[in-house]
C-alpha cells in the first residue's frame, strides 16, 4: 500500500458532489485516498445513504482485490470501519424543508454550523490520537454543486468558515464548488445566487462551470457524450472533476514524491486576489512524447471557467504527474507559458513521480467572478442548448 505521509479531510457538501464525484475521486486511487477521512454533508437520507454506499463499495473492490477474494464475500472488519467511519464523520441535516431554497439549506447549516464544526475536530483529533501523534490532518478539501437547495450557498459559507477558523490550527482549506449547465433556468437562478455569495463574502474558492468543463471532457476523449440524456452530460463531468481532484489529491497525501514538496502554504497563497475565484486546467497523455507536445494546447482548451476579458494577473500552481518526471526544459517551459500566458506573478511547478500516464493540472486564481461566460444569469443558454439543438 503506498504510504501516504499526509492526511487530509475530504468534505462533500449536498447529494451530486457526495454520490457521483467523490467516490469517482476516491476510485482512481483507492489506495492512496483510503487513507484519508470523508465527511458527507447533505439534507436528504436517501441521498446520503447512497454516497456512503458508494464510497465503500469502491473501498470493498480494492480491499478484496488485496485480499484476493470476490467483493460479495468480502464482509470483513476493514470494508465495515471504513463505512462506520463516514457514517459517524457525516451530517444530515434535517427539518423545515430543508434543501429545497438555498436560503433554506443555509439556515439549515447555520443553526448546524457548531456541530459541524465539532464534528470535524472530533475528526481531526481521532487521527491524532490513533497515530499516537505521529500523524494529522493537515489539509481539508471542500466540494459542493451549485444549483439547488443545498451545495449552492453551504458550500461557500462552509469554506468561509473553515477559513476563519482552521489555519491557526494549521489545518488548510481549499474549496471547490461548481457552476451548474445553464440549462434549468431554476439552476442559473441559484447559480447566480453562489456567485453573489461568494462576491459579497469575498470567498477565495475554485469555481469549476460544468459548462467548461463538459467542453473540455470533449475535447480531451475527442467525442461527445451520448444526446439521449443528461445523465451522459453530468457524468462527463463528474468523471472530468474527479480526474482533476485526484491529481492534487494525490500530490498532497504523497509529499515525498513530490518535488518540490507541495506545501499548504503554497496553495492558501494563490488565494490572495480579492472577491476573485480559482480555476483548474488538465492535460493527460501516455508518454512522455505525446505530453510535450499537448500539454499547451490542453491547459488551453481545458480551463474549466473562462471570463469575458482575461484577468490581468493571476496566481497558480501546476502539478505533473508521471513515475518518470519530465525533461527540466518542459517544466521550466510550462513556468514560462503561465508568466506569459496566464499572466501568472508566481507559478510554482511541481512533479508528482507518481502514476504511468502523463497528467498535469493546473490551479489558477485570479478570475472575476461576475464575468463568468456563459454569463450566470437565470435565462443564460449554454452548452446543451447547443448540443442538443435547442
Ligand atoms: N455530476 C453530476 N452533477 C449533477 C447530477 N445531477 C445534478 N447535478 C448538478 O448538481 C447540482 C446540484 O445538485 P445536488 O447536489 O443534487 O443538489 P443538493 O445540493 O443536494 O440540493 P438539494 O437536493 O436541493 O438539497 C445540480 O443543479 C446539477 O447541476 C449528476 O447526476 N451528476
Ligand atoms: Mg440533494
Not at 499526509?6 to 449536498?14: P, S
Not at 433554506?104 to 448546524?112: P, W
Not at 451548474?180 to 447559480?191: G, L, S, T, V
Amino acid at each position: 500500500m503506498e504510504e501516504v505521509s499526509r492526511k487530509l479531510l475530504i468534505i462533500g457538501v449536498g447529494s451530486s458532489a457526495c454520490i457521483h464525484v467523490l467516490p469517482r475521486v476516491f476510485a482512481r486511487s483507492p489506495e492512496v485516498f483510503a487513507k484519508n477521512e470523508f465527511m458527507f454533508i447533505d439534507t436528504s437520507s436517501a441521498s446520503l445513504e447512497a454516497a456512503v454506499d458508494r464510497m465503500t463499495a469502491v473501498f470493498r473492490e480494492h480491499h478484496s482485490a488485496r485480499m484476493g477474494v470476490i467483493p460479495e464475500r468480502d464482509r470483513s472488519f476493514p470494508v465495515n470501519l471504513f463505512k462506520k467511519r463516514i457514517e459517524e464523520n457525516s451530517i444530515l441535516l434535517g427539518g423545515k424543508g430543508a434543501g429545497t431554497l438555498p436560503e433554506n439549506g443555509l439556515s439549515i447549516f447555520d443553526e448546524n454550523k457548531d456541530l459541524v464544526l465539532r464534528r470535524i475536530e472530533g475528526i481531526i483529533k481521532r487521527v491524532e490520537e490513533e497515530s499516537g501523534g505521529e500523524k494529522r490532518i493537515e489539509g481539508i478539501i471542500v466540494v459542493g454543486c451549485s444549483g439547488k437547495g443545498t451545495g449552492t450557498l453551504v458550500t461557500p459559507f462552509l469554506y468561509k468558515l473553515l477559513l476563519g477558523k482552521f489555519p491557526k490550527m494549521g489545518v488548510y482549506p481549499l474549496g471547490f464548488i461548481t457552476l451548474p449547465f445553464r440549462f434549468r433556468p431554476a439552476d442559473n437562478i441559484n447559480a447566480k445566487k453562489t456567485v453573489n455569495f461568494i462576491v459579497d463574502n469575498n470567498v477565495p474558492m475554485f469555481v469549476i462551470d460544468y459548462e467548461n468543463a463538459l467542453e473540455a471532457h470533449m475535447y480531451l476523449h475527442g467525442k461527445e457524450p451520448s444526446r439521449e440524456s443528461l445523465r451522459s452530460f453530468y457524468d462527463c463531468v463528474a468523471e472530468i472533476l474527479s480526474e482533476v481532484l485526484s491529481v492534487l489529491i494525490e500530490a498532497l497525501n504523497l509529499v515525498d514524491r513530490c518535488e518540490p514538496p507541495i506545501d499548504f502554504y503554497d496553495l492558501m497563497r494563490l488565494l490572495r486576489i480579492d472577491r476573485c475565484v480559482g480555476t483548474v486546467a488538465i492535460s493527460v497523455a501516455n508518454s512522455e512524447e505525446e505530453f510535450k507536445e499537448r500539454w499547451k494546447n490542453d491547459i488551453e482548451s481545458t480551463m474549466m471557467l473562462r471570463t469575458k476579458t482575461l484577468p490581468s494577473r493571476t496566481l497558480g500552481v501546476t502539478i505533473v504527474r508521471s513515475e518518470s518526471g519530465i525533461p527540466v526544459d518542459v517544466a521550466k517551459e510550462i513556468g514560462d507559458y503561465a508568466k506569459n500566458s496566464l499572466r501568472s506573478e508566481d507559478h510554482i511547478v511541481y512533479e508528482l513521480y507518481y502514476g504511468q500516464k502523463y497528467k498535469m493540472i493546473s490551479l489558477i486564481f485570479g478570475f472575476d467572478p461576475l464575468d463568468i461566460v456563459p454569463e450566470v444569469t437565470p435565462t443564460s443558454k449554454g452548452i446543451l442548448h447547443r448540443l442538443l439543438g435547442r
